[in-house]
């Protein structure tokens, strides 16, 4: 095909005059839509952008962007998982950490080599589906995206304000004040991102790497008192079979109680998002970058094994030489358990700098989770015509993210152990969509894995349902964001409908020899359903497309057919080709609409001459119905929208083609 420029206004179409407003707002909304904020540069860029600005790094670089997500949750996961499972808490961080390496890894690399370009689970879902039920999904995902991702933010700064207030340099200062902390770090954060949030890498690796360094400097200081005081095995031993005498309940009981510990498997679907910027092989093709690929592995499985080792330890530890006690509310270890023993066994001195180095990866933690947020909105949204085009702009996003985030603190009144219900759900409903799509993936190509995957993929469900019936907390705040997100997008879809809606047509070889053979100007096309094939049956459409639209016998014209690919779809290309039957020309187009591809194609062949002309009938349903058939399929009401369209795009009459309608 010939691909043709995409559609824009004349040059000297007159623009819509805006109402004077003061310089003050004026300048608000320059710097709301900052061009330079439309491009996120951070932890979530696209292909292109990460082309652009040559930002791909060696894997385990970009491993860190994973990391300070993902390894930032040891700064309250021990401690949670110590409240929901008391003794048993190793055991059932042993059972979490199988599923993660047995499960959340091959899952994972699955969803890398399906989309090595960063779309994640969710693009793949999408791909697998079709139509409608592609969208919809899409979108209920996205509820339970905002979900983890917010509560990414308000947990993380909840946790790095509960090491800042029980530092024993600041809690004299700041006791009492978790709210206000929380929302101060919060704020701080959107503050920085209107700024504007540039380099992520070279941050992510000094903070994980200094975090790794001090987890690993406490936990050796923690089994060196282990060992200083090996009784605290035998208490642990007592009060582990004073929850059941049976090992095999005792297992049974920590597969009932590791969802509540889901908390420590958030770092995957943010490994296969920054796939973009892990640098490949020199062979990697966009269409296969197969070098890409492996190294993303490289990065899921390494960050896996670190977390789980990790995960093992501290819970261990902390089951060990923390009292029970100290997990409660108000204890000294809540929600900061490694710091606990770090004040506890390495000093003053240096249990501030681990609590300092755990708010820094903390809030980082939100940084990249507000960044995520970022890019996912204009990813889908706009692309389906379900959020206004100012959404594909940094900086009003933030604002709303940002208010939404100092909201949930509010509400959850900054409260560590109370967010974690809202936090595993989003993570757990994520992955569970992942091995939900490789699995279909894996069906559809009769591969043998597709039972392994089937089989992971009933456990993330079980996981799921066992930790939304527990703490459905995450479900209203998960069901507030995907009504939000459909109510926003069924109104955005229904005010941007008489757009032109098409980034480019194109004519195939055979379009552009059918116009140069007919030479008739203005160009004058009927429009009718597509499904002739006989010259006797376009004689008889002639026939009657002539009495309807009073059409004399000496004005030659074009038929025009437009068939629908995909209804669901907002933008699309339009692709034309051209057949001669007989004595008749055609035109046969593809896109998403019908009136809206008619609209497009009439204008990309207006001249300098008279504009193009299209000839319709009436349609004899209600319309009402017409209206709705317009936004799930495409046609509907089509004259009138036609014309709509058209005006919109073409406020000047004289070259605005013409719509005639008979019948």
């Known amino acids: 095909m010939t691909a043709q420029p995409p559609l824009n206004p004349p040059p000297h179409t007159p623009q819509p005059q805006l109402q004077p407003q003061p310089r003050r707002r004026q300048r608000v909304r320059r710097w709301l839509l900052d061009e330079q904020t439309a491009a996120q540069q951070g932890p979530y860029e696209e292909e292109q952008a990460v082309q652009a600005h040559q930002h791909q790094r060696p894997w385990w670089q970009v491993m860190c962007l994973t990391g300070v997500d993902y390894f930032s949750t040891l700064g309250y996961q021990p401690g949670i998982a110590a409240l929901a499972a008391g003794a048993l808490s190793p055991v059932a961080t042993s059972v979490l950490v199988l599923l993660t390496l047995f499960g959340a890894f091959p899952v994972y690399a699955r969803v890398a080599q399906e ?59 700041l006791s009492g004040q978790q709210i206000a902390v929380t929302v101060g770090l919060v704020a701080l954060l959107g503050a920085v991102f209107l700024r504007g949030f540039r380099e992520a890498i070279g941050i992510a690796v000094v903070l994980v790497g200094i975090y790794l360094v001090l987890n690993s400097v406490v936990v050796v200081r923690s089994f060196v008192e282990v060992a200083h005081h090996p009784e605290v095995w035998t208490q642990w031993h007592d009060a582990l079979f004073r929850q059941q005498s049976s090992p095999f309940g005792l297992l049974l009981i920590a597969l009932l109680v590791f969802p509540k510990l889901a908390l ?146 509010l509400i959850f009144k900054a409260d560590v152990d109370a967010q974690g219900g809202a936090y595993a759900t989003g993570v757990l409903v994520l992955m569970t969509s992942a091995s939900i799509a490789v699995t279909i993936a894996a069906f559809r190509k009769r591969e043998w894995q597709r039972f392994p995957f089937a089989l992971i993929a009933l456990i993330f469900l079980y996981t799921t349902v066992a930790n939304s019936i527990e703490r459905p907390d995450g479900l209203f705040i998960a069901s507030f964001f995907i009504l939000a997100i459909l109510a926003v997008s069924i109104a955005s879809r229904i005010l941007r409908s008489f757009e032109v809606r098409v980034s480019s047509v194109e004519l195939d070889e055979s379009a552009l020899s059918l116009l140069r053979e007919f ?56 692709e034309v080709s051209g057949v001669k039957i007989g004595p008749y020309f055609i035109l046969r187009a593809r896109g998403s609409s019908v009136p809206n591809t008619i609209a497009a194609l009439l204008l990309h062949l207006r001249g300098n001459g008279a504009p193009p002309q299209v000839y319709m009938r009436w349609s004899d349903d209600s319309p009402l119905s017409l209206a709705f058939r317009f936004l799930l399929e495409g046609r509907g009401d089509i004259p009138p929208i036609t014309h709509e369209i058209l005006r919109r795009a073409e406020p000047d009459k004289q070259r605005r083609p013409i719509v005639h309608v008979g019948g």
């Open 115 to 173: 989309s090595p370009h960063g779309e994640g689970s969710v693009s793949m879902l999408e791909r697998l589906l079709s139509f409608w039920p592609s969208k919809l999904l899409v979108l209920v995902l996205l509820g339970f995206m905002a979900t983890d991702f917010i509560i990414t933010i308000t947990l993380s700064a909840a946790d790095a304000s509960a090491h800042l207030i029980e530092n024993p340099f600041f809690k004299s200062l």
């Open 264 to 409: 420590g498997l958030s770092g995957f679907e943010t490994g296969v998002a920054v796939m973009p910027q892990v640098r490949g092989a020199a062979a990697d093709t966009e269409a296969s970058p197969v070098g890409r690929i492996a190294n993303a592995r490289k990065l899921l499985l390494s960050a896996a094994l670190i977390m789980s080792v990790f995960l093992v330890l501290t819970s261990l530890t902390t089951t060990l030489l923390i009292p029970p006690a100290a997990f409660q509310a108000g204890g000294a270890a809540n929600g900061r358990a490694l710091a606990y023993l770090a004040h506890l066994y390495l000093g003053e001195k240096f249990g501030t700098v681990y609590d300092f180095s755990t708010i820094a990866i903390l809030w980082f933690a939100g940084a990249s989770a507000l960044a995520g947020l970022l890019n996912i909105v204009p990813r889908f949204l706009p692309r389906y015509g379900m959020a206004p085009e100012w959404t594909r702009r940094q900086r009003p996003l933030v604002l709303i993210f940002g208010m939404l985030a100092l909201l949930i603190t």
């Open 519 to 574: 030479r008739v100007r203005p160009l004058r096309l009927v429009s009718h359903y597509p499904g002739l094939s006989t010259p006797q049956e376009y004689h008889t459409k002639e026939v009657l497309a002539r009495q309807l639209a009073h059409l004399p016998e000496d004005a030659p014209f074009l038929f025009l057919e437009v068939s629908i690919d995909d209804a669901s779809e907002f933008s699309d290309v339009v």
